[in-house]
């Protein structure tokens, strides 16, 4: 025979084998199991005794014998394992509203279980490695509490953190804090008019966009190394400026600030002539700088800046060009030099050998017979 356990209000069955007219008794540590309220006969026939136990609780676990009075008697038991599911998982913040790049650490609690359960961290869709911590209480209940540490960034802001809780008696058993990052202002500056090459007289009209938590509640523009044009109508974020010319060129700034510091974002204005006297050329780009982060614009205002001509090169040609012709002179003077030396020492050959100065005429090679082969060159 067997004895057997069904369903989660404990129904026990004891059931022989082909063994008729026998009597039953089922105990639990050698106590008669009928005698407590909280058990209910289902069923009790020749080869069948089923009995239920309703509101179970940790005293009710162990084990469960049922004896069969034959010749010789007979038994068999059944071990109960009671499990009983912690209490609803509770989140605890170090910090409830964070600063970007800060660290925070938050802890999760799963009381009162039986056995033990296991808890794991998720920041999004990105798992975190927690610590945990197992407690056994008095009655044989365990506590586990899991600690966390991370940092955040801006992009953090309102994602959620969740502490799962996993155990063999509930499933899905969560609890979530969703975090409140705050961060310096993101700054862009955005041209509304004109979207091609700024020309004198036409308009400029520039939008400075601002981001940040908390949200900026001031934007200021300003140009720099210089004062803004004393007829540019600036609101809130907008920066207008009418009738362009070339004494408007410049880097125009918009600077926003919160509690966490201040962030910018630059705009290069170039100003070209109308459309007879100006060609358009390739397209520049400007650069903003923002302390976090820092941004790169794309500015139309500075299509088709003029070229400058780079003097230096041109001067350092012409500096090639005269040294060339000094090397030159220098060469060419030399050889003229010697050829000259050359006559002069051709003309006094023989004349340590004469005895006197007709004769070292005489006897000079080539004499002057031959003077007029000689050339001189001057420069």
């Not at 407590?36 to 676990?61: C, G, H, I, M, P």
């Not at 918009?254 to 070209?272: H, I, P, R």
Request: with cysteine; aromatic share 10%; charged share 25%.
């Amino acid at each position: 025979f067997e004895i057997y356990v069904v369903s989660n209000r404990h129904t026990g069955v004891c059931k022989p084998q082909s063994l008729p007219h026998i009597s039953f008794f089922i105990s639990f540590f050698c106590l008669s199991a009928l005698k407590d309220a909280r058990f209910q006969l289902v069923n009790f026939s020749d080869n069948e005794l089923r009995v239920s136990l309703s509101n179970v609780s940790l005293s009710d676990e162990g084990r469960y014998v049922c004896q069969l009075y034959t010749d010789p008697p007979q038994e068999a038991y059944a071990d109960i394992t009671v499990l009983i599911p912690p209490g609803n998982p509770v989140i605890e913040a170090k910090d409830e509203v964070l600063s970007e790049g800060n660290e925070t650490e938050m802890t999760c609690t799963a009381m009162s279980s039986k056995p033990a359960a296991s808890i794991r961290w998720m920041k999004g869709d990105k798992e975190l490695k927690g610590k945990p911590k197992v407690e056994l209480s008095y009655d044989k209940m365990y506590t586990v509490t899991s600690r966390v540490t991370f940092a955040v960034s801006k992009e953090d802001d309102g994602v959620p953190v969740i502490c799962i809780v996993d155990h063999p008696a509930v499933k899905d058993f969560l609890a979530r804090k969703f975090l409140e990052v705050q961060y310096k202002p993101e700054v862009k500056i955005v041209v509304e008019f004109p979207q091609g090459l700024t020309r004198e007289g036409e308009n400029l009209e520039l939008t400075c966009q601002a981001k940040g938590k908390p949200q900026p509640q001031r934007v200021n523009w300003l140009k720099v190394d210089d004062d803004v044009p004393s007829h540019a109508v600036i609101t809130g974020g907008d920066l207008y400026i009418e009738n362009l010319n070339k004494s408007y060129n410049g880097t125009y700034r918009c600077v926003a600030s919160n509690q966490l510091g201040e962030s910018f974002d630059d705009y290069v204005l170039y100003v070209y002539g109308d459309k007879q006297t100006s060609s358009p050329r390739p397209q520049t780009t400007s650069t903003s700088t923002n302390l976090f982060p820092r941004l790169i614009t794309h500015s139309r205002a500075g299509e088709g800046a003029p070229r400058t001509v780079d003097h230096a090169v041109i001067g350092g040609v012409v500096a090639v060009v005269v040294f060339a012709m000094l090397c030159l002179l220098i060469v060419l003077g030399r050889y003229f030099a010697r050829h000259k030396g050359t006559y002069f020492t051709h003309e006094a050959k023989g004349a340590d050998d004469a005895a006197d100065a007709d004769t070292a005429i005489i006897n000079a090679e080539g004499g002057h017979t031959n003077s007029d082969e000689k050339k001189e060159y001057y420069i």
